[in-house]
């Protein structure tokens, strides 16, 4: 059966999500196909085929040089409609939860949005997923075709399987599309929060709008800076940081909570971390019942003496 | 401007939730329900833009009787009337509800939809775009940010390392995210008012469909609960720096995550 995975990319430059969506549709399909849409992208895309991309399908059209929901789902349909993979897998970033939302809908087929695992059952997709902020995982059957999968970022390990991934240009029918990207302020450079491997985050404790010792250590460490929704209410930092059931949900090897409580809604966004640390002042923090290592302390010594053992130890 | 907010209720995000003796639902008795906090959201940015531009605010629902509770909510904060539709037994998934409130509103006079980005309790990211496109609409997702003049909405949203700022013509779909504003209270009056507003329930058939037509390709096998955590693993020493010292330690040595 032919899996199709959909890439993301931005400025030619695929996101982790997309090798990892290709090494877990290797584990579904016996034939992995890849689909990337974009502008002057064909030179990049040969890059899938060491992911086991058996087939490179390149949309490549100025209309397509930003993503917008309406002219994606447009020829993505269309090339879906000729390819009749049994499943389309995407990336669960923002865009790509969106995206995998409407294609669905256009294809008229099942969808399982932001899962931590997918198989196959008989001919069937089996995914699970986290509900209700993480309290409880569902085990769903999609039923129809194509299963239309997104996968959580950083759950599935992206492992190279050299094909030959011959690079093949399709038809961008980009059709009626109404909705125009009029500007984009990207920080070039910066770590996402839901791919990032190492995640320090601050909360209330931190006291003020000042998080420089925070950063110095995610400096120190390649991690990307989260907050808890409190900070946010602070206007310490901005809403995209949050972490949480109303933010975003990460899933890095490594996460340092700062002056953090540990409420549910919190923990709904970040106990699928691999490891969990946890820095707070009172040792009756819940936090603490979570964290895989803890140490009781004032944040504003202890961040910064961690920040220099770090780079001692690099 | 006519505005349509999809409005669901959800338990609230601090309940417990447990599953249920069939293997495939939850236990619903001593829940507490609230609207889902981006609907919430999405009822405000309605109502300020009914302030700006005058109009009207209704909330379309699909859900049981009970999702009348969120509804009256919403219409104590503001909005001006609601519409049910109750499924009774049909089973439903995302893209069930995105057909059952695609059919609902396709007659009703529209500039704007409204939706949360997601529902907190099936964490789906699924009916706001998938009712667009029912509709064939435009949308944008996680929105913090919109302006409406000459019959077209530019937003800005948040995306993956910042913002995009996008623009298409009403009417259109936005979804929202945090950031975009803070909900209002409900205030005493406004719960009298909130009363006496019209509220309509519907049944599948009265909007042209069927179970049938609608029913869910996505199946739940079964719920488990994730493994708990075994977290409280306290660092001890005699000052600030041996704890850390021996915590980089054990998060090269034994995690070996750095
Ligand atoms: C509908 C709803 C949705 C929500 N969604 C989210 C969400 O998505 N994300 C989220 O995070 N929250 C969310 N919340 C809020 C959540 O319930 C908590 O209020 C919030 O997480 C608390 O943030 P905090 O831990 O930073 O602050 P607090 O609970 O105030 O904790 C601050 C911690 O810092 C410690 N501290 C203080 N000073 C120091 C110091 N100098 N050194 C070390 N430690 C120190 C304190 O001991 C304390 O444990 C939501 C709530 C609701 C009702
Ligand atoms: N049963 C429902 N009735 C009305 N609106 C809904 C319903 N389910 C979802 N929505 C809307 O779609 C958004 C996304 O929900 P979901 O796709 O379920 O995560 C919600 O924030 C609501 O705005």
Redesign the interface.
Known sequence: MTVLVIAEQ?DGVF?KVTFEALTAARTLGSEVHALVLGSGIEAAAAELGAYGAAKILVADDDALA?Y???AY?NVAADIIGQVNPAAVIIG????G??FS??L???L???????CIAVKLEGDQV?AS????????????????TPAVVSLRPNTFTAEQAPSDGAVEKVAAKIGDA???????????G?I?L??AE?VVSGGRGMGGEDFSSIEALADA?GAAVGASRSA?DEGWR???D?VG???KTVSP??YIACGISGA??HL?GM??S????AINKD?EAPI??????????DLF??VP??T???KK?L | MEILVLLKQVPATESMIAIAGDGVSIKTDGLKYVINPYDEIAVEEALKIREDQGGAVTVVTVGPAKATEAMRTAMAMGADKGILIDPGDTVCDGLSVAKILAAAVKEMPCDLIVAGHRAVDDDNFQVGPAVAELLGLPNISMVVKEEISDGKISWTCTVEGGTTEVEAPLPALISTQRGLNEPRYASLPGIMKAKKKPLETKSLADIGLDADSVAAKVVVKGLRVPAERQGGRLIEGDSVQTKVAELVKLLKEEAKVI
Do not use: H
């Not at chain 1, 669960?92 to 865009?95: E, I, N, S, V």
């Not at chain 1, 691999?274 to 640390?277: A, F, L, M």
């Open positions: 931005v996101r930003d917008t929901v309406d789902t669960a970033t923002t865009q939860k969106e939302a409407r669905s809908a256009r008229d087929a099942p969808m399982a949005s932001d089996v997923r986290s509900m209700y902020g993480g309290k409880i995982i569902a085990d769903v059957v999609l039923t129809g109404r909705t125009r990207v009029k500007g984009k302020q990207l920080e070039s910066k996402d839901t791919e190492i460490l946010v901005p809403a995209s949050q059931q109303t933010g090897n490594l549910i809604q709904a106990s699928s691999k490891v969990i640390v040792p603490f019942s979570k964290a895989d290592y803890g140490i009781v302390g010594e202890v003496a961690v220099e053992e770090i130890n």
